[in-house]
C-alpha cells in the first residue's frame, strides 16, 4: 500500500516504550494517522513532532480507529489498559483490528483473545523479534498468528515496521514462537558470558577468542557483537534486562505448563536475577556478564 493509501488508515498505539517508540515512528514516517497514548507523557513528544496526535487516555486514542496496537511490557499491563469498563475495548468500534505485539507469554495472550472476541474486535498475536535498533530502521520480524481475514490490513501496518512476516497460524503461535527464539536468545547470552570468563581463566586473551569466533563458522554476529560489548564494557540498552527476565520466566512458565525442562535456561535465571536485584534491570542484558 502506498503512503498515499496509507493515510487512509488511522492508528492507536498504545505503549511508547523503548521498542514502542521507534515502531511507531515507522507508521508515522510511512504516512497513516497515528494517535499514540503512554502512561509517561514524556515519552510522546518525540511522536508528535513527527506528525501523532496524542491521545489523553487509552479509551480516546481507540475510538474509531482501524488498528489497534499495543506495545506494553507484560499481560497484567495490557489487561487494565484493554479491558473493563474504562478499557480500551469498549471504546474500539466493532470490527478494528487488534495487534498485541508485546511479549506477555502464551496465558495472557489466550486471556485477551477472549476478551477481544467477546468485544466483537479481530485480535492478532503479534510479537515481534528484534531489538531497538532493528525497530528503528524498520528491520523487525513479525512474528504474526490470527484470523486470515484480519491479515490484509494488518500486512500493511507491518510493513512499515518489519522486514519479514512470518504468519504461523491462529492466534497463540505468535507468542509461542517468540517464547522459542526469546528461550534461544538467552541461552545465548549465557553462553557468550560464560566463554569470555572461561578464556579469561585459562590465561588467554578474550578479544581474541572472539576474533577466532567471528572467523569461525561457530560464531554468529549477534553473539560476537555482545562479546564486543561485554567487553568493552558497554551494557547500553538494546534489550533491557529487566525485560529479558521476564521472558525467560514467561519461557520456564509455558515448558512447565507442557511438562518439559529447559535445563539451560533454569540454571541461567537465578544469577540474572541476582543483576536485576543488583539495579542492573535497565542496561542491556549482556550486562549478565558481570555476574557470571
Known amino acids: 500500500m502506498s503512503n498515499e493509501k496509507n493515510h487512509d488508515v488511522t492508528i492507536a498505539f498504545l505503549g511508547t516504550g523503548e521498542m514502542g517508540t521507534p515502531m511507531a515512528s515507522r507508521l508515522i514516517v510511512a504516512g497513516f494517522n497515528v494517535r499514540v497514548w503512554n502512561r509517561s507523557k514524556e515519552r510522546l513528544k518525540r511522536l508528535v513532532e513527527l506528525g501523532a496526535i496524542e491521545a489523553t487516555s487509552p479509551g480516546s486514542a481507540v475510538?474509531?480507529?482501524?488498528?489497534?496496537i499495543t506495545m506494553l511490557p507484560d499481560g497484567p499491563?495490557?489487561?487494565?489498559?484493554?479491558?473493563?469498563?474504562?478499557?480500551?475495548?469498549?471504546?474500539?468500534?466493532?470490527?478494528?483490528?487488534?495487534?498485541?505485539?508485546?511479549?506477555?507469554?502464551?496465558?495472557?495472550?489466550?486471556?485477551l483473545q477472549r476478551e477481544a472476541i467477546?468485544?466483537?474486535a479481530v485480535f492478532v498475536d503479534a510479537p515481534v523479534s528484534g531489538s531497538v535498533q532493528p525497530a528503528t530502521v524498520g528491520e523487525l520480524l513479525i512474528l504474526a498468528s490470527g484470523p486470515d481475514e484480519a491479515r490484509p490490513l494488518a500486512e500493511t501496518v507491518f510493513r512499515a515496521m518489519g522486514r519479514h512476516t512470518f504468519w504461523l497460524g491462529a492466534a497463540g503461535a505468535g507468542s509461542r514462537a517468540k517464547l522459542v527464539l526469546n528461550n534461544w536468545l538467552v541461552d545465548l547470552v549465557e553462553m557468550v558470558a560464560e566463554t569470555l570468563k572461561f578464556s579469561e581463566a585459562l590465561g588467554l586473551d578474550p578479544r581474541v577468542i572472539v576474533e577466532i569466533l567471528a572467523d569461525a563458522p561457530i560464531g554468529s554476529p549477534y553473539a560476537v557483537a555482545k562479546a564486543r560489548s561485554m567487553l568493552d564494557g558497554d551494557f547500553s540498552s538494546n534489550f533491557a534486562l529487566k525485560h529479558a527476565v521476564k521472558d525467560a520466566l514467561l519461557t520456564l512458565e509455558a515448558a512447565r505448563s507442557i511438562d518439559r525442562e529447559l535445563?539451560?535456561?533454569e540454571s541461567l535465571i537465578a544469577n540474572?536475577?541476582?543483576?536485576?536485584?543488583?539495579g542492573a534491570g535497565d542496561l542491556d542484558l549482556s550486562v549478565a556478564y558481570r555476574y557470571v
Not at 475510538?63 to 489497534?68: F, L, M
Not at 540474572?272 to 543488583?278: G, I, K, M, T
Open 63 to 68: 475510538a474509531g480507529v482501524d488498528v489497534v
Open 77 to 111: 499491563t495490557v489487561e487494565k489498559v484493554m479491558v473493563g469498563v474504562e478499557g480500551a475495548l469498549a471504546t474500539m468500534k466493532s470490527g478494528a483490528t487488534w495487534l498485541q505485539m508485546g511479549t506477555i507469554g502464551v496465558e495472557w495472550t489466550e486471556r
Open 118 to 120: 467477546q468485544e466483537e
Open 263 to 265: 535445563p539451560l535456561t
Open 272 to 278: 540474572w536475577q541476582r543483576a536485576l536485584a543488583d
